[in-house]
């Protein structure tokens, strides 16, 4: 369908109508702001509250009431297997087999984790490949890790950056550098969808140069689970982290996801670090004092950890219920939703929005995030050229009741999110700002 870009209030209004999901914003509360409900695009930040949270959380604290320590067999949703309930859901919008996800910690800390198994360097090999102007958490997580390995980050993080008065990473200069670097390179570490400009990178050819080099293929979808279309496991890819807060709405802090490659969580000579609740369920309980040091060892004591034979093979401790419930609440509606229909909303929702800004860019700021569907994901990133205006409209958009949000230098993100926002609120948006600028 071509995109029609009638800059008025009832066409919006009738894309509203025809739109199959509009239903889905109604399970979700806006924040308000003197009764009246905001315009809210910072489901990449944040993503909305699910109605059905509250219910969810209750259930478990009833459950934990009324059954304590049964609740681990018989609460309602038992919480011994309470991740594995996630496990369909998650699959489906990342594009992967059940047994390949899971869900557990955070998304940094699974950064490390994951490394641990993924980033085993070489005096010859052991150089990381990482986009330039990465999410600072995976910057630091990057430069403590080579120094971990006793490594130094300037000679061993290569970073692609985006070529002089550019804005976006050219996929041949991060070609290029995995070419140049396939002597010594140990691990590619790219985000799916860059926090900053919005661009999507193709993971896809990404992995495969990065094996063709000899190198493990790991990536952050921080910003792409639940937003842009993912297949993790036919593209071949070893590992990958995210967290549940942003466009998966599971709340702040909520318990961060895991992907780990057919190939390798099969695999149970790789090493890891382990702990009870990613050892084989069968055996995890038998605790039999035998003591490793006394060459007696057997499967079930000390000296036998048996990895399941999951992505759950990584988890350490005890499943995070409270930290998990509202992330399941709000799957429960991505499963009603479906990931392809959400993806092809997002998709017209961002086209409209791109169409609406392209009349109103004056100069005043520029629209870096690309202008391919399938390059970005539902954030459009508007660059204020001009020294500190981007942070004056993001708080002057506030004021107006819209939420976005700034980051440095210069950018405004907005992201429309397809589960709970509308044309209208594109519309709106876009009106403000026009009256802003
Ligand atoms: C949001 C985000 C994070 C956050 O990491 P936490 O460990 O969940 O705090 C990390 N990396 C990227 C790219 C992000 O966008």
Known sequence: ??????????????????????????????????????????GNSLGL?????????????????????????????????????????????????????????????????????????????????????????????????????????????????????????????????????????????????????????????????????GAVAGFDLAHAVGNVPLALHDWGVDFAVWCSYKYLNGGPGAAGGAFIHQRHVQDKTLVRLGGWWGNDSTSRFQMDHQSLSSGQATGGGLGGFIPKPTAEGWSMSTAQVFNMACLRASLAIFEEAGIERLVAKSRELTGYLASLLESLEDGAFRVITPAEPESRGAQLSLHFGAAGRGKIIQQQLMDEGVVTDYREPGVVRVAPAPLYNSFEDVYRFCHILRQLL
């Open 49 to 213: 509250q699910p109605v059905s949270a509250e219910e969810s959380i209750r259930q478990e604290l009833i459950d934990w009431r009324e059954l304590a320590i049964e609740g681990y067999w018989k609460a309602r949703n038992p919480w011994m297997t309470y991740p594995q309930t996630l496990r369909g859901p998650l699959a489906r919008i990342a594009g992967c087999l059940e047994e390949e996800v899971t869900v557990m910690n955070a998304l940094t800390v699974n950064l490390h984790l994951l490394l641990l198994t993924f980033y085993r360097p070489t005096p010859q090999r052991y150089k990381i490949i990482m986009e330039a102007g990465a999410f600072p958490s995976d910057q630091y997580a990057m430069e403590t890790q080579v120094k971990w390995h006793g490594f130094d980050p300037k000679d061993a993080v290569i970073e692609v950056a985006p070529r002089k008065g550019e804005s976006l990473i050219r996929e041949e200069d991060l070609m290029a550098a995995i070419e140049r670097e396939k002597g010594s390179l140990a691990l590619v570490l790219f985000g799916g969808l860059n926090y900053y400009t919005g661009q999507v990178f193709d993971m896809a050819t990404i992995t495969a140069a990065t094996h063709r080099a």
């Open 1 to 42: 369908m071509p995109q029609i870009t009638e800059p008025s209030l009832a066409y919006a209004q009738q894309k509203d109508r025809e739109d199959k999901l509009q239903g889905f914003r109604s399970r979700f509360v806006f924040p308000k702001r003197e009764g009246g409900e905001m315009i809210y695009f910072c």
